[in-house]
């Protein structure tokens, strides 16, 4: 098979000066090779001494970089028409972000502890001495020492990563032990950075341990994460996400990133040189409460183990250089029906952050940004009434309506006497149900935390119904009226 | 035009003056371009495309740098930035010669990374920037073999 390739103007003169050239081959690579073969001259400069192309080499298949498609084993139909498109890069002398530690690992040796307890690593050709002094020269910042914050950091710690990070600031809760193991019983109250700690030093004492006792901000984030070599999101709500997420592309720090909700869970590496951001994949946050967090909706304990071991693959493979990483890909992991998908990513070139002409150049305000500020003082709130207030009421027999809008297996955990249960869903078509206001009783709406029982007031206000939202929820009430049911 | 002649981390093999130096004419405008554009970008690098007719360059273009490695170091143009640059010369009815950037309180000499990252028979024009005052301006031109730049000699017409 024939292709046209296109000539960039600095390759011409290895060409005779012709823009276009035929090549054959029936994959990218082929054709590539039919060039380099016809023209010789031409080797030199698109590819490295490793055989690799150089990275500032661009090629693309009709107006597609292969690096989204099948890099080198793209298939070409007839005709396909290839384009090598330079990049142009250059700065000034030194080490620029991210290079500095790298160069380091080159004065960087292995104790005889060390080489017994990386074994395994050091007889891989792929890891090997080098690839274990990359990982010991390394450095991973976790944000979050939660579910997916743990085994990231248990493998990172294990693998040998000479720094790891973690930004927490947090309390260790009885709730956090069905799938964050880096905390155990004995820790519960404990700030989760001292059990983490404990707990990696206790696996790897060869390595250094850092860290923050701090809610991540726009203020701090770009001085936390300056030094490391690369971020690994165990945040759990999209503000934190998208910071860190900016945070990445401005300090160009590749992101190992993954989510998890209930029984699904997605990775994927965010901010490297050429590849997407989150934002080229999510440009908008959801509408605020959309998606529960895990608190809300709950999650399969196990899930955050399957992801954040991804992430922290994918963060070894980053510092070691080498291996195929999920740039450009997003794994979507389907625990229940037990089922891996991939989707192609790619860089958008109108991204605010990472496109061509970024609007973003440094860090904003994300909880407005996601719509999650508390709204300020006199704007439009929805009526609320307190858990003291309305144990006060039953008790003086008050004529009221307790609507519990959880679902059913949430209410099989814990309710309050005398509730009647319609699922926040099931509102918009059931509020028939609730007492006529010539009745008089007063409705109060309760759910576990008291996001959803807020939608089901502002719903309920839309059909006409006035009702009260009982403020922190079913949790707030065991806590204060009923500490006999338990909370989950 | 005095040259910096400090060698701050470059492989002295690197670069080399010709004996028959390379010459590039550039515009007045042009040449004020690239400086307008180093001193408003300090302490970042700021980057563009050379566009030459008739053998003078008539435009410093003036580029988004897209580095990802912080812009205080690097420099990048991209695929579609180096296609928009393609476009933007054949629209004046010339040709895509080269790019510019700066190097900000370092010599106007390129480092090995600029090495590393350099096609051939394009010229790269370089612009020291210290504390925010453009300084020296200097042009390179990679060797066949890439082993190294050799300078070439910039030239403006006096006057105009």
Not at chain 1, 442 to 449: D, G, L, Q, T
Not at chain 2, 24 to 46: M, V
Not at chain 2, 130 to 140: E, K
Not at chain 2, 145 to 152: A, K, L, M, N, V
Request: glycine fraction near 10%; charged fraction near 25%.
């Amino acid at each position: 098979m024939a292709h046209r390739v296109l000539i960039p103007t600095p390759l011409r003169p290895y060409t005779g000066q012709k823009d276009a050239v035929e090549v054959d081959g029936g994959t990218v690579g082929e054709a590539l090779a039919s060039l380099t073969t016809n023209y010789k001259d031409l080797r030199k400069h698109l590819y490295a001494d490793d055989g690799k192309l150089r990275h500032f080499v661009n090629i693309y298949v009709n107006d597609d970089d292969i690096r989204y498609l099948e890099r080198d084993a793209t298939k070409l139909k007839d005709g396909d028409v290839i384009s090598i498109v330079p990049s142009v890069a250059g700065g000034a002398p030194g080490p620029a972000l991210g290079e500095a530690q790298s160069a380091e690992s080159k004065g960087t040796e292995l104790n005889k502890a060390e080489f017994e307890r990386y074994s395994r690593h050091l007889i891989l050709p792929e890891v090997a001495l080098e690839g274990q002094k990359k990982l010991k020269a390394g450095s991973v910042l976790c944000i979050g020492a939660g579910g997916l914050g743990s085994p990231a950091a248990l493998y990172l710690a294990a693998a040998g990563v000479g720094r790891i990070g973690i930004v927490d600031f947090d309390a260790v809760d009885a709730s956090n032990l069905q799938r964050q193991i880096l905390h155990s019983t004995p820790d519960v109250g404990r700030p989760k950075l001292q059990s983490a700690k404990d707990r990696l030093e206790a696996l790897n004492p060869e390595i250094k341990i850092e860290t923050f006792e701090a809610r991540l901000t726009s203020a701090n984030a770009l001085e936390l994460f300056r030094g490391y070599d690369v971020i690994l999101d165990g945040t759990d709500n999209f503000a934190t996400r998208y910071l860190v997420n900016d945070a990445c592309v401005l300090l160009g720090i590749p992101n190992a990133y993954g989510s998890i909700f209930r029984f699904e869970g997605q990775a994927s590496v965010f901010a490297t040189k050429d590849g997407p951001c989150y934002r080229c994949l999510y440009p908008e946050p959801p509408p605020p409460g959309l998606v529960p967090s895990c608190a809300e909706g709950g999650v399969l304990g196990v899930l955050p183990g399957v992801i954040g071991t991804i992430q922290a693959t994918e963060s070894i493979k980053l510092i070691l250089g080498a291996g195929s990483t999920l740039v450009g890909r997003l794994l979507l992991y389907d625990a229940w029906g037990m089922r891996f998908r991939e989707l192609k990513l790619r860089r958008d070139p109108a991204c605010p952050v990472c496109g061509d002409h970024p609007t973003i150049k440094q860090l904003i305000d994300y909880e407005e940004f996601c719509g999650v500020k508390p709204a300020p003082a006199g704007s439009a709130t929805v009526p609320e009434t307190t858990v003291e207030e309305l144990k006060a009421r039953i008790d003086a027999k008050a004529p009221i309506f307790i609507l519990d809008v959880r679902e059913p297996h949430e209410y099989q955990v814990a309710r309050i006497a005398g509730s009647t249960l319609i699922p926040l869903g099931q509102l918009d078509s059931r509020y028939g149900e609730l007492p006529p206001a010539s009745a008089g009783r007063e409705i109060i709406v309760h759910c576990k935390s008291g996001v959803r029982s807020a939608k089901a007031v502002n719903l309920l206000k839309e059909h006409g119904i006035e009702a009260k939202n009982l403020k922190g929820g079913i949790l707030a009430w065991i806590d204060k009226i009923d500490p006999s049911q338990p909370k989950y | 035009m005095s040259t910096d002649r400090a060698r701050v981390d470059v492989d002295p093999s690197v670069t080399t003056l010709q004996a028959t130096p390379r010459i590039t004419t550039l515009t007045k405008d042009a040449l004020q371009t690239i400086r307008d554009h180093g001193a408003e970008s300090f302490p970042y690098e700021c980057c563009g495309a050379l566009i030459e007719v008739d053998g003078v360059v008539v435009e410093a273009f003036r580029m988004e740098n897209t580095t990802l490695g912080g812009a205080a170091r690097r420099f990048r143009i991209g695929p579609d930035g180096y296609r928009l640059a393609d476009k933007r010369a054949r629209e004046r009815g010339g040709a895509l010669v080269g790019f510019y950037h700066s190097h900000p309180n370092e010599p106007a000499r390129p480092s090995t990374y600029d090495l590393e990252h350099a096609w051939p028979n394009l010229t790269y024009v370089i612009i020291s920037v210290r504390a925010g005052t453009p300084a020296d301006i200097t042009v390179w031109h990679l060797r066949d073999d890439r082993s190294g730049f050799d300078e070439g000699e910039l030239k403006w017409p006096i006057g105009s």
